[in-house]
C-alpha cells in the first residue's frame, strides 16, 4: 500500500533552475496539498486542490505553481528557484465526504536545497 | 480561517499521562478539531479527531471543552516514541479546505 509518493527526496538546485516536486497518491482522495517546512518551524501550505482540475493558493503561493490533472497527481512546480525556497516539501492526500472528517496522509517529505 | 493556539513546547517523563491544551475561541459550529503529530525527520501523521463529545483511539484521547473552545490531547502513558511535534488544526464542514497548521507543541519525553 503506496499511499503518498513524493520524487525526488533530496535536490540540490542552483538559483534561477526550474523543478517539479512529483506526489502521487494511490487512494482515490479528492484533496491534495503541498506544505513546505523551514528548519525548526511548522508547516505552511502552497497550493491545495478539491479536485482535478481545481487548484487553490494557500498561505505561501508566491514562486510556486501547481497543476491537478488526474486525482492521482498534484506536481508543484518551482520556476525560478531562490534561496528562500531552501525547504522540506510535504505532499498530503485527504478523502472527505460531507462530515469533512477526513484524515490527511502525508508523504515522507522532499527536501530542497537552492544554492 | 479560524486559528489555534499552543504552548511551544512541553516535558513529560516516561510513563506518565501528558496533556497537550489547544485553544481554539474561534471555532465555528461545524469545524471539526484534528491533531496530527509529527516525529523527527518524518512527515505528520494524523492522531485523533473529534467534534463534539471525547473520543479516544488507540494511540490518544481527545477532550473537547463544552464551549467547543478549547480541547486537550491526551496521552495516557507517555513513551520516549511520543516525543514528537504536536499540532491542532480545524478542519470545517463543507467549508475551506485550506488546512492551516500553527508552530504545534514540541513534546519532549525524559526517560
Known amino acids: 500500500n503506496a499511499g503518498v509518493t513524493q520524487t525526488p527526496k533530496f535536490r540540490i538546485l542552483k538559483i534561477g533552475q526550474s523543478m517539479t516536486l512529483q506526489c502521487t497518491q494511490d487512494?482515490?482522495?479528492?484533496?491534495m496539498y503541498w506544505y513546505r517546512q523551514d528548519p525548526g518551524m511548522g508547516l505552511k501550505l502552497i497550493y491545495y486542490?478539491?479536485?482535478?482540475?481545481?487548484?487553490d493558493k494557500g498561505e505561501v503561493p508566491n514562486g510556486y505553481n501547481v497543476s491537478r490533472s488526474t486525482t492521482e497527481d498534484f506536481p508543484l512546480r518551482l520556476e525560478l528557484a531562490a534561496p528562500s525556497q531552501t525547504s522540506v516539501y510535504f505532499c498530503a492526500s485527504s478523502q472527505t465526504g460531507h462530515l469533512n472528517t477526513g484524515e490527511l496522509f502525508f508523504g515522507e517529505g522532499s527536501r530542497l536545497t537552492v544554492l | 480561517d479560524a486559528k489555534t493556539t499552543q504552548p511551544n513546547s512541553m516535558e513529560s517523563n516516561e510513563e506518565e499521562p501528558v496533556h497537550l491544551p489547544c485553544n481554539h475561541s474561534t471555532i465555528s459550529g461545524t469545524d471539526y478539531i484534528h491533531w496530527y503529530r509529527q516525529l523527527p525527520s518524518q512527515g505528520p501523521e494524523y492522531v485523533i479527531h473529534?467534534?463534539?463529545s471525547n473520543v479516544n483511539n488507540r494511540m490518544a484521547s481527545l477532550a473537547i471543552a463544552e464551549d467547543r473552545k478549547s480541547s486537550t490531547l491526551i496521552l495516557h502513558r507517555a513513551t520516549l516514541r511520543d516525543a514528537a511535534v504536536y499540532y491542532c488544526?480545524?478542519?470545517?464542514?463543507?467549508?475551506?479546505?485550506?488546512?492551516?497548521f500553527g508552530k504545534g507543541t514540541k513534546l519532549t519525553v525524559n526517560p
Open positions: 487512494m482515490n482522495h479528492n484533496y
Open positions: 486542490s478539491v479536485g482535478a482540475g481545481i487548484t
Open positions: 488544526i480545524l478542519r470545517g464542514q463543507g467549508g475551506s479546505e485550506k488546512l492551516v
Open positions: 473529534g467534534l463534539t
